[in-house]
Protein backbone atom coordinates (compact mmCIF):
# COMPACT_ATOMS: atom_id res chain seq x y z
CA UNK A 1 0.00 0.00 0.00
CA UNK A 2 1.26 3.28 -1.13
CA UNK A 3 1.30 6.45 1.39
CA UNK A 4 0.48 9.76 -0.29
CA UNK A 5 2.28 12.91 1.01
CA UNK A 6 2.09 16.35 -0.42
CA UNK A 7 5.13 19.09 -0.59
CA UNK A 8 5.32 22.08 -2.60
CA UNK A 9 8.07 22.15 -5.18
CA UNK A 10 8.73 25.13 -6.89
CA UNK A 11 5.94 27.37 -5.89
CA UNK A 12 3.95 24.29 -6.88
CA UNK A 13 1.67 21.79 -4.82
CA UNK A 14 2.72 18.09 -5.90
CA UNK A 15 1.76 14.96 -4.07
CA UNK A 16 4.00 11.76 -3.84
CA UNK A 17 3.08 8.43 -3.34
CA UNK A 18 5.90 6.02 -1.57
CA UNK A 19 5.99 2.79 0.72
CA UNK A 20 5.58 3.35 4.08
CA UNK A 21 9.46 1.87 4.33
CA UNK A 22 10.56 4.97 1.54
CA UNK A 23 9.15 7.39 3.82
CA UNK A 24 10.49 6.02 7.13
CA UNK A 25 14.18 5.62 4.88
CA UNK A 26 13.55 9.28 4.12
CA UNK A 27 12.10 10.22 7.33
CA UNK A 28 15.39 8.75 9.18
CA UNK A 29 17.51 10.71 6.65
CA UNK A 30 16.38 14.44 7.11
CA UNK A 31 16.37 13.61 11.38
CA UNK A 32 20.21 12.47 10.70
CA UNK A 33 20.94 15.43 8.46
CA UNK A 34 19.03 17.96 10.95
CA UNK A 35 16.21 19.04 8.23
CA UNK A 36 12.72 18.61 7.16
CA UNK A 37 11.84 16.12 5.38
CA UNK A 38 10.32 18.84 2.77
CA UNK A 39 14.02 20.15 2.59
CA UNK A 40 15.02 16.57 1.64
CA UNK A 41 12.68 16.10 -0.67
CA UNK A 42 13.10 19.67 -2.09
CA UNK A 43 16.98 18.89 -2.27
CA UNK A 44 16.46 15.67 -3.87
CA UNK A 45 13.81 17.51 -6.77
CA UNK A 46 16.06 19.73 -7.71
CA UNK A 47 18.93 17.30 -8.15
CA UNK A 48 17.09 14.56 -9.97
CA UNK A 49 17.82 13.98 -13.82
CA UNK A 50 15.48 15.54 -16.41
CA UNK A 51 12.31 13.55 -16.90
CA UNK A 52 12.84 10.94 -13.94
CA UNK A 53 9.86 10.99 -11.64
CA UNK A 54 10.11 12.05 -8.32
CA UNK A 55 8.92 9.23 -6.89
CA UNK A 56 11.67 7.19 -8.60
CA UNK A 57 14.14 9.57 -7.46
CA UNK A 58 13.13 9.39 -4.00
CA UNK A 59 13.60 5.61 -3.66
CA UNK A 60 16.79 6.01 -5.48
CA UNK A 61 18.14 8.31 -2.85
CA UNK A 62 16.86 6.01 -0.25
CA UNK A 63 18.11 3.03 -1.58
CA UNK A 64 21.54 5.10 -2.09
CA UNK A 65 22.04 6.03 1.69
CA UNK A 66 20.76 2.79 3.05
CA UNK A 67 24.77 1.39 2.65
CA UNK A 68 25.51 4.85 4.17
CA UNK A 69 24.36 4.81 7.84
CA UNK A 70 21.93 7.13 6.35
Known amino acids: MLDKRSF???GHRTSVALEPEFWAALT???EAEGVLLSA???RIDAERVEGQPLAS???VFALSRRGRGG
Open 8 to 10: SLS
Open 28 to 30: GIA
Open 40 to 42: LVT
Open 57 to 59: ALR
